[in-house]
């Protein structure tokens, strides 16, 4: 079985610019999540879908960030503009139901914005 | 705002000994908890877990302990290898479906 799967591994872009990752949760999966983790710093949530539609996006940080999930499948997180801030790691993970079950995480994308 | 934090930012050990990492946590309702460990350029991969109507619980090589008294959680790895080497995070579940992770503490395991 695959995993979850993060796209790009890593990106480098300058302060201003957009930048869009991916994720490919395991098949099946209707739980979908995002987390950043900035440099020596806690995981932290941004959000979570069921299927396509947001079920809790009490931790996106700001209106610079757009998730979507068209069709229930894969994800993107838009960061528009990138602020240097917004460096870090952002990882998703997936699950097939809620409450501690199953949640496997994927490899992460490290976001540098210079 | 309540949180979970982490003692040590770092721990050198050597291989085969020992190894315990802490965490404290400041929710006296989290009612389940979660070791992930992080290795180089992978994402958190789940340890173990263990509710609050347990204090210990084992697994291979690996044991967690839960002191809700002073709200503390700790993992212990036995004869650590090389292998262990990582970032460990501690996560706390209040009920829901979203883990409140720690900062981590990094394993440093010297030959």
């Known amino acids: 079985e695959a995993g979850v799967t993060q796209f790009p591994s890593h990106s480098v872009i300058e302060k201003g610019q957009t930048v869009t990752l991916r994720c490919d949760p395991i098949?099946?999966?209707?739980?979908l999540y995002w987390y950043r983790r900035v440099m020596g710093k806690e995981i932290k949530f941004l959000l979570h879908?069921?299927?396509?539609?947001?079920?809790?996006e009490s931790g996106m940080p700001n209106n610079r960030f757009l998730a979507e999930r068209t069709g229930g499948t894969y994800s993107t997180l838009k960061v528009q503009p990138a602020e240097l801030e917004d460096s870090g790691v952002y990882f998703c993970?997936?699950?097939?139901?809620?409450?501690?079950?199953?949640?496997?995480f994927g490899s992460g994308t490290r976001l540098t914005v210079v | 705002g309540e949180s979970v934090g982490l003692h040590l930012p770092t721990l050198s050990v050597q291989e085969g000994d020992n190894s315990i990492i802490n965490c404290a946590y400041s929710?006296?309702?989290?009612?389940?908890f979660i070791w992930y460990k992080q290795e180089s350029g992978k994402g958190p991969q789940f340890i173990i877990d263990?509710?609050?109507?347990?204090d210990k619980r084992q697994g291979q090589r690996v044991t967690v302990l839960l002191n809700k008294t002073v709200k503390h959680l700790s993992l212990q790895i036995a004869a650590t290898q090389p292998g262990d080497s990582a970032v460990y995070f501690c996560?706390?579940?209040?009920?829901?479906?979203?883990?409140?992770f720690g900062r981590g503490t990094s394993l440093i395991v010297h030959p």
């Open positions: 263990i509710r609050s109507n347990m």
């Open positions: 929710n006296s309702a989290s009612d389940y």
């Open positions: 098949s099946g999966h209707d739980n």
């Open positions: 993970a997936s699950s097939p139901g809620t409450v501690n079950y199953g949640y496997t």
């Open positions: 879908f069921v299927k396509e539609s947001k079920q809790d």
């Open positions: 996560a706390e579940n209040k009920g829901s479906y979203i883990p409140t």
